[in-house]
């Protein structure tokens, strides 16, 4: 496809439950970020890729939270043992290379809900 | 403190008004300067970046950086209901930094 494709794009889970996201980057991007958007907020950041290692994880909320990106392209975002405050958007992002002014291109996000 | 600061809003203006939205940041070195442009249920696209100081114009839009005060905005000129969205101020890198957003709503 021409644009970041995150799957699935809404997901309801049950308190307690695991959860994990995927993410597909434009073709022979390098860098790969993921974001945590809730309501009426902007993205806040989580993690980033440059091809398969992940420099800054610094973002995380906590250790239930996961992320891998094992081949340099596709990501998957693991939630564990979910909490009510995780319900948001996740957002992931991709670019070319990792500078300045590179333009990041974001997929649609998966909505996710703790219930 | 967060690293750039946004004008909440939400904002609602009729057809043809100028809208006037505002960031400031806190760290001195930052060089980049980007708005980001949110539809709702998607994700952000890049609207304009900036380079240093001074204004950048891309048709209806103009982005203004005032290093000096540690300032930018967004101006859309002849609003247009298109242009109803969330709009982010984002600094770069490589990771981006956004401001909370604000909603505009452009009245027909």
């Known amino acids: 496809g021409a644009g970041v494709s995150q799957s699935p794009r809404y997901k309801v889970a049950k308190r307690g439950q695991d959860v994990a996201l995927r993410c597909d980057p434009i073709s022979g991007h390098v860098s790969l970020f993921w974001y945590q958007q809730a309501l009426g907020q902007g993205p806040e950041f989580l993690t980033y890729?440059?091809?398969?290692?992940?420099?800054?994880k610094s973002g995380l909320p906590s250790d239930r939270f996961f992320a891998e990106r094992p081949e340099g392209s596709v990501s998957t975002l693991k939630i564990q043992r979910t909490q009510q405050e995780d319900s948001a958007v996740y957002l992931c992002?991709?670019?070319?290379?990792?500078?300045?002014?590179?333009?990041?291109?974001f997929g649609q996000g998966t909505r996710l809900t703790v219930v | 403190q967060k690293e750039v600061e946004q004008d909440p809003g939400p904002l609602s203006v009729p057809e043809g008004a100028i809208v006037s939205l505002n960031c400031t940041y806190s760290?001195?070195?930052?060089?980049?300067f980007m708005w980001y442009r949110q539809y709702s249920r998607k994700g952000p696209e890049l609207l304009m970046y900036t380079y240093s100081s001074g204004n950048k114009e891309d048709g209806r839009f103009t982005a203004q950086v005032d290093k000096s005060s540690k300032y930018i905005s967004l101006f859309i000129r002849d609003s247009q209901p298109s242009d109803s969205a969330t709009y982010l101020c984002a600094i770069p890198p490589p990771q981006l930094s956004f401001g909370a957003g604000t909603t505009v709503t452009v009245r027909a």
């Open positions: 890729f440059q091809n398969e290692a992940q420099l800054d």
């Open positions: 992002a991709s670019s070319l290379d990792p500078g300045a002014d590179t333009e990041a291109f």
């Open positions: 760290n001195s070195a930052f060089q980049y």
